[in-house]
């Protein structure tokens, strides 16, 4: 599969809080969808790292350090989830927002290696995650720091014991609690 269509799934992601936005679900609806959907996410990654089950689109979507850690898809059903039950809308939906488009936009800037990217990659990325923010009436202060969490957890790919920090976990939570943070304050 092409590095365009996993972006495209990636990009998927915004269709629950872009119907959230429309007025088509309300947020119970949201939480629900994210919760559920990490649910299955849990079982289906419990079956493939056990060998049970090696379907092709699991060759085709996840990436080398992938193969025995928990894959990207569960991380970001899992994040997502979190930042649904713990922030309201107008935190949680930006930030899920940044995880679903700024990182398929970050992705297809860059060259696709593990690391710190290029700074104008990131710079992209900060400014997609502003606007997306802004776009959403989120006072600037809490846009800007939104964008910079998220801009830094997509540019770092930290390793703990072994185990990757997938951005699909670290940009809608880290983002979150940034521009929480911020406007607590």
């Given at each position: 599969?092409?590095?365009?269509?996993?972006?495209l799934?990636?990009?998927?992601?915004?269709?629950?809080?872009?119907a959230?936005l429309?007025?088509?679900v309300?947020?119970?609806?949201?939480?629900a969808?994210?919760v559920?959907?990490?649910?299955?996410?849990?079982?289906?990654?419990?079956?493939?790292?056990?060998?049970?089950?090696?379907?092709?689109i699991?060759?085709a979507?996840?990436?080398e350090?992938?193969?025995?850690n928990?894959?990207?898809?569960?991380?970001?059903?899992?994040?997502?989830?979190a930042?649904?039950?713990?922030?309201?809308?107008?935190?949680?939906?930006?930030?899920?927002l940044?995880?679903?488009?700024?990182?398929?936009?970050s992705?297809?800037?860059?060259?696709?290696?593990?690391?710190?990217?290029?700074?104008?990659?990131?710079?992209a990325?900060?400014?997609?995650?502003l606007?997306?923010?802004?776009?959403?009436?989120?006072?600037?202060?809490?846009?800007?720091a939104g964008?910079?969490?998220?801009?830094l957890?997509?540019?770092?790919t930290?390793?703990?014991?072994?185990?990757v920090?997938?951005d699909?976990?670290?940009?809608?939570?880290?983002?979150?609690?940034a521009?929480?943070?911020?406007?607590?304050?």
């Amino acid at each position: 599969m092409s590095e365009l269509s996993r972006r495209l799934v990636h990009a998927s992601g915004a269709l629950v809080p872009g119907a959230f936005l429309a007025s088509v679900v309300g947020w119970p609806v949201v939480q629900a969808v994210f919760v559920v959907g990490a649910g299955v996410a849990v079982v289906l990654e419990a079956l493939r790292l056990s060998g049970r089950v090696s379907w092709w689109i699991y060759d085709a979507l996840t990436r080398e350090y992938e193969q025995d850690n928990p894959a990207g898809y569960a991380l970001y059903m899992l994040a997502a989830a979190a930042t649904v039950l713990v922030f309201a809308p107008p935190i949680a939906v930006p930030a899920l927002l940044m995880l679903s488009l700024g990182d398929p936009v970050s992705g297809l800037l860059s060259s696709g290696g593990t690391g710190l990217k290029a700074g104008w990659v990131l710079l992209a990325t900060f400014g997609v995650c502003l606007a997306i923010a802004s776009l959403l009436a989120v006072p600037l202060p809490a846009a800007v720091a939104g964008a910079l969490a998220a801009t830094l957890a997509d540019g770092t790919t930290p390793v703990v014991r072994g185990y990757v920090l997938d951005d699909n976990a670290t940009i809608p939570l880290g983002s979150a609690a940034a521009m929480w943070l911020v406007l607590a304050v």
